[in-house]
């Protein structure tokens, strides 16, 4: 099946500073690569995607990018608020439409 | 309902008890997708049904885990002679869609913990 890597497991950045994910993906087939934002004790939830025929999507502070030769994809958020910490996972759909997700990264912003 | 709701939210038993875990998705959804979340990891895979069928089950870890959705909707999670191992939250998820791309909505989860 597919692997999800992501990096880094941790990210302390101060309040207002950028904060970058990065995932790479194993299936060349993988065709949908969403990001979900996890707060703790609750459930995964949506913050952006992007699907395989686009480089690039940008929501507000939010913005993801893909490269699918080397089969990389970052979240990229901009103006860091305390309420942007949270564990953030990737993850890649394949064909087959299962969906693997990343190990997470625990985001923290320091006001 | 208006989110996928899952029951029960806790859930304590003792080593080598059965255990069933239930999930409601989102009235419509097609898709239907389990999963395991250990403290400090990615929800990792178990099995995704699209309708009534298990359209990928090679998640399940063992054959104590068994998972069905006999009128593609409601799903139900069984775990056989739980083990300590088997300690997570169960997550639960659907979609509108299994074909292409598409969100999918996660429950609170279901937290299991084996004595």
């Known amino acids: 099946g597919e692997n999800v890597e992501q990096h880094p497991s941790t990210l302390s950045v101060q309040e207002g500073d950028s904060a970058v994910i990065k995932c790479t993906y194993s299936?060349?087939?993988?065709?949908?690569f969403p990001w979900y934002k996890q707060e703790l004790g609750k459930r995964p939830q949506l913050i952006i995607d992007i699907r395989s025929n686009v480089g690039e999507k940008k929501d507000q502070r939010i913005a993801v990018t893909l490269n699918k030769t080397a089969k990389h994809f970052s979240l990229h958020i901009t103006e860091t608020q305390p309420e942007d910490s949270a564990v953030y996972f990737c993850a890649a759909k394949t064909g087959a439409n299962n969906l693997f997700f990343g190990t997470g990264t625990r985001l923290t912003v320091i006001p | 309902g208006a989110g996928v709701s899952q029951t029960p939210s806790n859930k304590v038993t003792e080593k080598g008890k059965y255990v069933e875990l239930r999930c409601d998705p989102i009235s419509g959804h097609t898709a239907l997708y389990w999963y395991r979340q250990s403290l400090g990891q990615g929800p990792e895979f178990l099995i995704y049904f699209q309708g009534t069928g298990a359209a990928d089950d090679s998640g399940l870890p063992n054959d104590r885990f068994f998972a069905v959705r006999p009128e593609g909707s409601v799903s139900t999670l069984k775990i056989q002679r739980t083990e300590r191992g088997d300690s997570a939250v169960y997550l639960c998820a659907s979609s509108p869609t299994g074909a292409g791309t598409g969100e999918l909505f996660f429950g609170e989860g279901s937290r299991l913990t084996v004595l």
């Open positions: 299936d060349s087939a993988s065709n949908y």
